[in-house]
């Protein structure tokens, strides 16, 4: 097992200064507990804010730092301004409600953004100082957004995990985030993006598809030369613990005691931490609804509603606190008799055991969040009811509900909705309640904390080979491969047009080349050591139009068509066959086109291209995704092939080889190669090159080429500078 380092925004442990004594201990929480088994036997760090110890004297800071070593955690120590600015104002204060969907809980403004920012790179300057090769780093949650790709671009070879504990919005509201952008540009930088639920995936993929242009392909896309593989997984908890508590008779006596307290009364348990999010109010009123339309449910059902204190500072949340506080005493104010009260609110943390005899004391658990990224407290309470009894409501916006399909599902929205809820699982039939419990006991228990850890690090670990990346043809980089070239007595340089000399362009118009070009062009032309190919896909009458006045050689529809220097347009193919497969395929591209604005058919001789472009990028992506589809039938029957291209489907006649120009080029005139491409169909070309030769992809999709570039900016630099060492 490579060594795993950590990154959160706090540490997994609490510490205390009492009277000049330090204690640090560990903390007890659902993550912590799944990390600390890989975190111990990687001989792993963890990194993240130790919490507020800016009241600490400097020497017990210092112990508190050796405390810590010990355990393997690195403090990051943050300014009571830094967590003010960074955590509260904004990461709590603005990407918390915007990504819960609750709109009217953002700030009318903010200026803390650069806080954020700051705070993020301190993260990654103490995790690069830490960091050694072979690590894998593993980033969690909404406060680190932007730290996975200031690790990139520190540590571009390091094998870095993302994972989101909240959902992750729709478009349409993650687009109202004016820094929509750098999020999305600073998560791109991880190579595993994990989500608890396929739903924020599809979510994630569209956002990204919108902001950067690239495509996702199933659970990966392509992003400046790396595949960043996303995945869909959702989080457990130790069931096991859980389990084994439950079994505890002192805790069962405990149970037993509360149920006592209460009577007769059937209990429906709340547990939340008090955040907005959580759904605390409208589950009160919909119980309040219920004791309103079922009168003799009056002194025979109970609320228990356990709120644990959270931002107790932040202005908000103290509002909200009294806004629960007073509508509990509404209720009770209501209905309570002398000898009952219906809802029993307790404003206060509980231990373990203490929370695992409420669960198991409950009849109902209510689990009703307004929006929640996974909420465990649903999969707490069924690993709790070891005699598969009990009945759990769940919030179909909870990402727990895609996989707790037994449970009673409400519209959180819906307060008439959820009382009539309340009302059913009070009658629910005692085999029908053991039957869902037996299956999401046996769920829980099987999916939980540590198989959540297992699956996420094994797909980091096992995907994308660093070692296999091309280099990046720049500074010291580039003057090796120059070096390289220099004694060779003849150069052949064999280049695609689009998408490498100059930028890609659906459009003949938009491509053509400009002057500095041209004029590059002319001087590699005329240097006597060096033979020029052009290859594009474009048809032969525009690249003799564009480049037809130069001595060089050129290769239209990717090489069908070839014209030698000084030479005539040929064919490289004796029985080019027939073109009866365009008949059957013209009327399908006219279907996709009518039913795409934006894009275009471009037909060559022995190829047919769909251009999208120019259409809505989420829409012209699902519309290639279904041409594809379509065109599987042609495929199979016609001797043509579909190839995937930068916004364009293309079908075109099979034997379209570029490989075959380097041995040809090779047999005019022994010499080196130094191929260079944009697109899936250049690999073949890279293939091709000879040991001693020079491969060089531009763009960000995965290749076998030695080097990569990023635009044709950089492709014209490094001819030159070829040009003067020649």
Request: glycine letters at 8%; one cysteine or more; charged letters at 25%.
């Amino acid at each position: 097992m490579s060594r795993l380092v950590l990154v959160s925004n706090r540490l997994p442990v609490t510490v205390k200064v009492d009277r000049g004594q330090v204690t640090v201990g560990r903390s007890s929480g659902g993550l912590a507990t799944g990390l600390s088994k890989p975190h111990e036997t990687s001989g792993g760090l963890w990194i993240g804010w130790p919490g507020d110890l800016s009241r600490v004297p400097p020497k017990l800071k210092q112990e508190v730092d050796l405390r810590l070593r010990a355990l393997r955690c690195v403090p990051l120590h943050l300014s009571h301004g830094e967590v003010e600015r960074y955590y509260e104002s904004f990461a709590n204060g603005i990407l918390w409600p915007t990504f819960h969907y609750l709109l009217d809980r953002i700030p009318n403004d903010s200026r803390d953004w650069e806080s954020y920012w700051k705070v993020n790179q301190k993260f990654a300057d103490l995790v690069a100082v830490h960091h050694q090769k072979g690590d894998s780093i593993w980033v969690h949650d909404y406060q680190l957004m932007l730290l996975p790709g200031m690790l990139r671009s520190r540590l571009p070879d390091a094998r870095i995990g993302f994972f989101l504990h909240i959902p992750f919005p729709s478009w349409e509201v993650f687009r109202i985030l004016p820094w929509r952008q750098q999020i999305i540009e600073g998560l791109m930088g991880a190579d595993l993006i994990g989500f608890h639920t396929s739903a924020y995936l599809r979510h994630f993929t569209v956002s990204m598809l919108r902001l950067t242009g690239s495509e996702p392909n199933v659970d990966r896309v392509l992003y400046k030369g790396r595949e960043v593989r996303l995945t869909g997984l959702a989080m457990g908890i130790d069931a096991h613990a859980f389990d084994s508590t439950a079994r505890d008779e002192l805790v069962q006596q405990e149970a037993q005691v509360i149920r006592q307290q209460h009577g007769q009364s059937a209990i429906f348990l709340g547990i939340d931490r008090l955040d907005y999010t959580k759904g605390i109010p409208r589950r009160l009123l919909s119980f309040e609804r219920l004791l309103e339309n079922e009168p003799a449910l009056r002194g025979r059902v109970k609320l228990i509603q356990l709120a644990v204190p959270s931002r107790e500072k932040v202005p908000a949340y103290e509002v909200f606190r009294r806004q629960v506080e007073e509508l509990v005493g509404r209720i009770n104010g209501a209905y309570a008799t002398p000898t009952w009260t219906p809802v029993h609110y307790l404003y206060r943390s509980l231990n373990h055991r203490q929370v695992c005899a409420l669960y198991m004391a409950a009849d109902v658990m209510l689990v009703t969040p307004l929006r929640d990224g996974m909420n465990l407290v649903a999969k707490e309470f069924a690993a709790s009811r070891i005699r598969d009894d009990g009945v759990l409501i769940l919030s179909e916006l909870a990402g727990a509900a895609a996989e707790m399909g037994e449970a009673l599902f409400v519209n959180p929205y819906d307060i008439e909705g959820t009382a009539n809820a309340m009302r059913d699982a009070l009658t629910m039939d005692k085999t029908e309640i053991q039957r869902r419990m037996t299956l999401l006991r046996a769920r829980v228990g099987k999916m939980d904390v540590h198989a959540w850890v297992n699956t996420f690090l094994t797909e980091l670990n096992t995907g994308g080979d660093v070692a296999n990346r091309p280099r990046a043809l720049e500074g010291d980089v580039m003057l090796d491969v120059l070096q390289r070239l220099r004694p060779a007595e003849h150069l052949h340089l064999i280049m695609e047009y689009d998408g490498a000399l100059v930028p890609f362009s659906p459009h003949p118009e938009q491509a053509m080349p400009d002057a500095e070009l041209m004029e590059l062009l002319q001087a590699l032309c005329s240097h006597p050591s060096i033979s020029v190919h052009v290859v594009s896909g474009r048809d032969r009458q525009t690249l003799e139009r564009w480049l037809g006045g130069l001595a060089l050689s050129l290769y239209a529809e990717n090489g069908w068509w070839q014209r030698q220097v000084g030479g005539t347009w040929q064919t490289a193919h004796e029985d080019s066959g027939g073109n009866d497969w365009k008949d059957h395929l013209r009327p399908i591209l006219k279907d996709f086109t009518d039913r795409t604005p934006g894009s275009f058919v471009e037909e060559k001789s022995m190829a047919v291209a769909w251009h999208y472009q120019d259409a809505e990028q989420s829409f012209g992506m699902q519309q290639a995704q279904e041409l594809r589809l379509h065109l599987g039938q042609l495929v199979r029957e016609a001797e043509v092939e579909v190839q995937p291209l930068a916004r364009v489907v293309e079908v075109r006649r099979l034997g379209m080889n570029k490989g075959a120009l380097v041995p040809a080029a090779l047999a005019a005139r022994p010499g080196m190669v130094v191929a260079v491409g944009d697109d899936h169909s250049d690999e073949e070309l890279y293939a091709a090159v000879p040991a001693d030769g020079v491969s060089i992809h531009l763009g960000p999709l995965p290749t076998r080429a030695h080097y990569r570039m990023h635009n044709p900016t950089g492709l014209r630099q490094f001819l030159r500078a070829l040009l003067l060492s020649s």
